[in-house]
T-cell receptor, first 113, second 115 residues
Framework: DTAVSQTPKYLVTQMGNDKSIKCEQN?????MYWYKQDSKKFLKIMFSYNNKELIINETVPNRFSPKSPDKAHLNLHINSLELGDSAVYFC????????????FGQGTRLTVV | AQSVAQPEDQVNVAEGNPLTVKCTYSVSGNPYLFWYVQYPNRGLQFLLK??????LVKGSYGFEAEFNKSQTSFHLKKPSALVSDSALYFC?????????????FGSGTKLNVKP
């Protein structure tokens, strides 16, 4: 069983479209994240949710809207896609107030053409 | 602010030789430090962590890391490198002072192990 799973794995779309990436974790964690990895492999946190509540929003454009229907799911919806949104997006989860590590999904490679 | 730095973009080592991937940190309070590995087209996999206790931490796949408080470093090591260790390695710190829900990652170090 995959601990953190995200779909789709690859996403190619045109500029201006709206798309969603889904993430689910079966680890019982209470905190979930979205990270963006750019072409230079740099990882930057975008959002963090704890028990379905938004905890971190790292100056991400309003076109990006996370939604957490329950603490096992954190989806990312992106409106009006731009070329610069092309990247690999990683979902992750962890226990909130603890010394444990974060577990990562396999990533979604988004290509905007 | 909490941060980690990986001064080397790339490390090259011959198979069978020891390897070191460097990481330095800057944190307020005691650091929670982590190493992750990323293989091509894959997610990040946890290798090991330092929370407290023994400065030498052992992890997966024969990797270990040494926490050095005076040098604010957490270098990743392996006594004998394998070609299959070739991957991208990330050092990370968890912010336990300002926001427990934040992990800061270094810029990554590409490890090339040549046969």
């Amino acid at each position: 069983d995959t601990a953190v799973s995200q779909t789709p794995k690859y996403l190619v779309t045109q500029m201006g479209n709206d798309k969603s990436i889904k993430c689910e974790q079966n680890l019982g964690h209470d905190t979930m994240y979205w990270y963006k990895q750019d072409s230079k492999k740099f990882l930057k946190i975008m959002f963090s949710y704890n028990n379905k509540e938004l905890i971190i929003n790292e100056t991400v454009p309003n076109r990006f809207s996370p939604k957490s229907p329950d603490k096992a799911h954190l989806n990312l919806h992106i409106n009006s896609l731009e070329l610069g949104d092309s990247a690999v997006y990683f979902c992750a989860s962890s226990l909130g107030l603890s010394d444990t590590e974060a577990f990562f999904g396999q990533g979604t490679r988004l290509t905007v053409v | 602010a909490q941060s980690v730095a990986q001064p080397e973009d790339q490390v090259n080592v011959a198979e069978g030789n020891p390897l070191t991937v460097k990481c330095t940190y800057s944190v307020s309070g005691n650091p929670y430090l982590f190493w992750y590995v990323q293989y091509p087209n894959r997610g990040l996999q946890f290798l090991l962590k330092y929370i407290t206790g023994d400065n030498l931490v052992k992890g997966s796949y024969g990797f270990e890391a040494e926490f050095n408080k005076s040098q604010t470093s957490f270098h990743l090591k392996k006594p004998s490198a394998l070609v299959s260790d070739s991957a991208l390695y990330f050092c990370a710190v968890r912010d336990i002072v300002y926001n427990f829900n934040k992990f800061y990652f270094g810029s990554g170090t590409k490890l090339n192990v040549k046969p």
